[in-house]
């Protein structure tokens, strides 16, 4: 599961990384929310726990990055 995850949204950020190149961070904001909720779901955080630690642990940028 942790691969499929993984797979689906680094792949998804990747592709899409030229493209939002520049852009507000209020229009960023979706993808940020899916790349956390991905982290969250890879390495089981609770909401309320930060996500910087998961983003370092999987070796993921944060997407303003």
Do not use: E
Not at 2 to 28: E, H, K, R, W
Not at 49 to 63: E, K, M, Y
């Amino acid at each position: 599961m942790i691969q499929l995850v993984m797979s689906l949204v680094m792949s998804c950020s990747d592709y899409y990384n030229s493209v939002l190149f520049g852009l507000p961070a209020s229009t960023l904001s979706p993808l940020r929310w899916i790349q956390n909720s991905a982290a969250g779901l890879v390495l089981v955080f609770s909401q309320q726990s930060h996500i910087t630690p998961a983003l370092q642990q999987l070796h993921w940028l944060p997407v303003k990055f």
